[in-house]
């Protein structure tokens, strides 16, 4: 194994940003965050409080040449991360480790495709309820960064960021199943940020009301209907698995779904909705509740 001597962060919001300070506490310069020229100016000239404290980044400008970093991590959104594959490609060498800490279960065939020689690994973040309002980033809960390798690839990539997370004090977990993990909180995520969107309900709702909670896991469900076709098998155990999580999230708390409705931003619902609607059709799984999901986070976005 090779240990990482330098990082680097694409996607400076409220998950970069949470994460990102650990990892810039430990590595100091050698963290770096990768922004185009208009993002330098911009966050040159606003700053970035996390939780209230003034936070410094090194930037990175992406046209300015420098080596390889030894691990990159994506904290954009789904439909960024296109745009940001483009501009990490001069900081990407043989043994540069990409991990994508986006919702979803896409962004890791996505990063294989540009980058089929380096490791990717498959990797989210559960139990953070962090939020953005312009350079503004708080957050209660850390939560953790799961992340692993599907079918033991890359073993000495899973051993380094184990390293570097340690020593930076990055809480993780690395689970036996990955793939499983990661089907599991995109359920999460099909069931409350879509829910809560269209309810523009903070947590509080989904730990008090018990109709807005027997909704969001009836979404939930249709996403366990589909991992059996797909071969992941979740279960009802897996909801319940989920309602912790959501109990121990700040009662205030927004998820990233509501956030983008509220500041007018494009939402992930492609990436989730339309990710079950697609696996659906090729499954022959009907998927009502995620349809309707659709079709009104739609209209919400247009509004
Ligand atoms: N918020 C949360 O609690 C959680 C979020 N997630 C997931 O994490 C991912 C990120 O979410 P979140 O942090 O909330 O999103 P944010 O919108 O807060 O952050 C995305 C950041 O990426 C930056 N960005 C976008 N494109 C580029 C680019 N080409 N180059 C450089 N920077 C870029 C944006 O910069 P700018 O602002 O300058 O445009 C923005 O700051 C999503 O997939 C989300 O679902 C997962 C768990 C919890
Ligand atoms: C699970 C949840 C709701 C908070 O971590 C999330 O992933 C999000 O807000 O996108």
Redesign the pocket.
Known sequence: MKSIENAAL???????AAYGEKLQQHLGDRFSV???RR?LV?YNEQGLAINGRSARFRYSPIDEAAGPAGLILF????D?LK??IE?VRPFVGPETILLP????ISSEDELKAAFPDNAVLYS??VG?????KDREISYSKLGKIVFGTKDGEYPGAEAAVRELFEQAEVPFEIPDDIWREMWWKFML?VGINQTSAVLRAPYSVFQNVKSARDWLESVMNEVVQISKPAGVNLTGADIQRARPVLESLAPEGK??ML?DIEHG?KT?VEYMAGKVIELGEKYGVDVPENRQLLKVIRILEEM
């Open positions: 694409i996607g400076l919001g409220a998950i970069g990768l922004v185009d993002r911009r904290g954009v959104k789904n960024q745009e940001s501009s800490l986006l919702n979803g989210m973040c953070i309820d962090a939020q953005r995520n998820t990233s956030q931003r992930e």
